[in-house]
């Protein structure tokens, strides 16, 4: 059973703003790093931010200082905010565990779409 509810995409102007949510369970979210993947038609799934359990933060360099990763482990929650979003932010955006070998399944995703 899929345990990830990915949110809180859409269609949004160059330059602007959307804040994804996941939601998933406590068992989940208290014993792993969680991270947000994105993916195109025809490219790789690529991890684009994680966060550690104990709060640290990393982000690919194509989203530095643009995307924030936070987790809210009252609500089982982890965001993406993105700002300046660009064309190139357009993908299906997916939150699972951190790293990649310790991924079972994913959720739906949530599509995000950047353009003019």
């Known amino acids: 059973q899929v345990q990830l509810v990915e949110s809180g995409g859409g269609l949004v102007q160059p330059g602007g703003s959307l804040r994804l949510s996941c939601v998933t369970s406590?068992?989940?979210?208290?014993?792993?790093?969680m991270g947000w993947y994105r993916q195109v038609p025809g490219k790789q799934r690529e991890l684009v931010a994680f966060i550690m359990m104990i709060g640290s933060t990393t982000y690919a360099d194509s989203v530095k200082g643009r995307f924030t990763i936070s987790r809210d482990n009252a609500h089982n929650t982890v965001y993406l905010q993105m700002n300046s979003l660009k064309p190139e932010d357009t993908a299906v955006y997916y939150c699972n565990v951190v790293p990649f070998t310790l991924v079972r399944s994913w959720g739906q995703g949530t599509q995000v779409t950047v353009s003019s």
């Open positions: 406590e068992t989940i979210l208290n014993h792993n790093n």
